[in-house]
């Protein structure tokens, strides 16, 4: 993807690695961490994230080749640039034990199927639905923010195995999860990598 990056984002960055040393940071994990604390002005997700190169790797070739990206809420949506995403959140119904967050994330796995990109950053309701399907992802960005059920549903990604972006804290939020896909939407897809 060929994007020209304005000199405020450049030297918003530059700043930020004034700030933080993330040199070490294996290439995926260091675009993501970058543009997700970049996004928030919160160097505090350096150690709040919890990511792995092995996990992004492939979802960053799924995403380049074209999988589907499903996002929470249009706000989700609104922050990711340059890739149409999937929101069922408009068609949904609350119901007995049943978020429309919920019921939302129902409906989208039934119009993508597995191997999606599924990005939630506002419900935590959303996150552990998604956790109930057999959904196969590429990844989930699991960064839905608050104090009731947030924290719990990130600890509830982190323990199922899948590919996942999460964090520990409370924290997240909808431009942060559009941050994490973005950085992987940016970042140049390697010879090797090429579907």
Known sequence: MNRVIHPIEQESFRRLRSRLDTSQLPPLTRAV???????????????????????????????????????????VAAGITRRDTVCR????????????????????????????????????TALEELLTLNAAPALIVGLPVGFVGAVESKAALRESGLPAVSN??????????????????????RTEEKP
């Open 33 to 75: 961490v970058e543009r997700v604390i970049h996004s928030a002005a919160d160097l505090d997700y350096a150690r709040d994230l919890v990511l792995a190169e092995a996990d992004l790797a492939p979802a960053h070739a799924a995403l380049h080749a074209g999988a589907p990206v499903v996002v929470d809420v249009e706000m």
């Open 168 to 189: 520990v804290s409370e924290k997240g939020g909808s431009a942060v999860a559009a941050a994490a896909l973005n950085a992987l939407l940016y970042h140049p897809i």
């Open 89 to 124: 959140l408009k068609d949904a119904k609350s119901g007995p034990g049943l978020t429309r967050s919920a019921h939302a994330i129902r409906l989208a796995y039934e119009q993508v199927g597995p191997g999606a990109l599924w990005v939630i950053g506002c419900a935590p």
